[in-house]
């Protein structure tokens, strides 16, 4: 079984690599990316889904991404939401491309 592709995105290199980590535990293949990616590196490694890490990069366009995504911030943390929250959103936008 192919496992689940998740590119995390952002420009708080903190909340990328938090937010990279605990996909790494739940068994994604995760693609952390630090910035603007280009379109090519977001085709290359093929994404299924998106998270897009707040504060993202000032001139990024959102017309980029194909592939459902999701926004997370450390805001979220810190109001309650721990990371398992984000985990039922990835589940879930999974379960919408089967």
């Known amino acids: 079984m192919e496992r689940q592709r998740i590119m995390v995105i952002g420009s708080n290199v ?3 690599q938090r ?3 605990y996909c790494l ?3 994604l293949e995760v693609f952390p990316y630090y910035g603007i990616p280009i ?6 490694f093929a994404p299924h889904v998106v998270v897009l890490c707040l504060p993202i990069p000032e001139n990024f366009q959102l017309s980029q ?4 995504y999701i926004f997370w911030s450390e805001q979220k ?3 309650g939401q721990g990371l398992e929250e ?6 879930k936008a999974l379960k919408t491309l089967n």
């Open 14 to 16: 903190t909340t990328v």
């Open 19 to 21: 937010v990279s980590s």
């Open 25 to 27: 535990k739940k068994s």
């Open 39 to 44: 379109v090519d590196d977001i085709t290359l």
């Open 65 to 68: 991404i194909h592939q459902p």
């Open 77 to 79: 943390i810190s109001e």
């Open 86 to 91: 984000l985990y039922i959103c990835v589940q």
